[in-house]
């Protein structure tokens, strides 16, 4: 019997509109076949088997809060009654994924303006800080109190440049779960059509940038995943889990790589499994 990837499938048998629709939904655990859970979009079953789809495929305000549950389920991320930055903010995925998952309080920092949803910003729990660059910002502005977790989905700008600021603002030994964005990461001549990377090669040397500046701020990489979904425009994403150890000395010499090969090891096995299960 001919066999096909379970996104493919759940397209042609009409349960979703597209693959991107489709992968959303397996990454987040509701779609079956009979009784068995699947959980890896490229997958590939017999094409007669019937799929079923349970539940809400979008359970938070914006599609962030899918990228921001997977980090939480597979780091083992415990934010009851934490108070966390949401840099990025935008719609509020990330903020409601951290609400429904028992977070204190949310500082969401954004540039822009009018964009979180209404029901966050009614929520007594969120501290909406609009037109706001992070860069910029300073520590009076938290007065609900120092944040012990942060999550980063930036657009346009480097990670490497959000992490500065962060050292001053987050409390030491407080965690960050990073997006990691290989399309505003790479240089522009390493950006394909459309703004998408596709070499697995780029996207080794972007985690290597990124993590290599994060360390030598004294961010230390607890874990790395990929995204469970692409980014709007069809790119691989990467989500990685700091803890800020302020006792850790700043390296002078930032031009020395500072990742271990366990850590390349790490970083190859983690893009492979996402072109595996998202290309």
Not at 101 to 120: R, S
Not at 183 to 210: C, N, S
Not at 216 to 225: E, N, P, S, V
Request: hydrophobic letters at 40%; glycine letters at 8%.
């Amino acid at each position: 019997m001919k066999k096909e990837r379970v996104d493919v499938l759940l397209v042609e048998q009409g349960l979703l509109p597209t693959r991107e629709k489709a992968k959303s939904a397996v990454m987040a655990g509701l779609v079956y076949t009979g009784s068995e859970r699947i959980d890896k979009p490229g997958m590939k079953i017999e094409i007669d088997k019937q799929l079923t789809v349970k539940g809400n495929i979008h359970p938070y305000v914006g599609r962030g809060g899918l990228k921001l549950e997977q980090a939480i389920k597979e780091f083992s991320i415990k934010l009851n009654d934490k108070v966390m930055i949401d840099i990025g903010a935008s719609t509020g995925g990330f903020t409601d994924c951290a609400l429904q998952n028992g977070v204190g309080k949310v500082y969401a920092v954004d540039v822009g303006y009018g964009q979180l949803d209404w029901k966050l910003r009614n929520d007594p729990r969120v501290i909406v800080l609009e037109r706001t660059n992070f860069r910029h910002l300073e520590a009076d502005k938290l007065k609900s109190g120092v944040p012990n977790v942060a999550s980063i989905d930036v657009s346009f700008i480097s990670l490497k440049l959000i992490f500065p600021k962060l050292m001053e603002i987050l409390a030491d030994g407080g965690e960050v779960i990073a997006l990691i964005k290989p399309q505003f990461e790479a240089g522009k001549d390493l950006v394909g059509k459309k703004g998408i990377v596709r070499d697995p090669h780029v996207h080794k040397q972007v985690l290597v940038d990124v993590i290599s500046r994060a360390k030598a701020l004294g961010f230390i990489l607890k874990q790395l995943t990929f995204s469970p979904i692409t980014g709007g425009d069809g790119n691989i994403e990467f989500l990685a889990l700091f803890q800020l150890q302020l006792n850790t000395e700043p390296e002078e010499d930032q031009n020395i790589s500072n990742i271990t090969d366990q850590e390349l090891e790490l970083f190859e096995k983690v893009i492979e499994n996402a072109h595996s299960c998202l290309s």
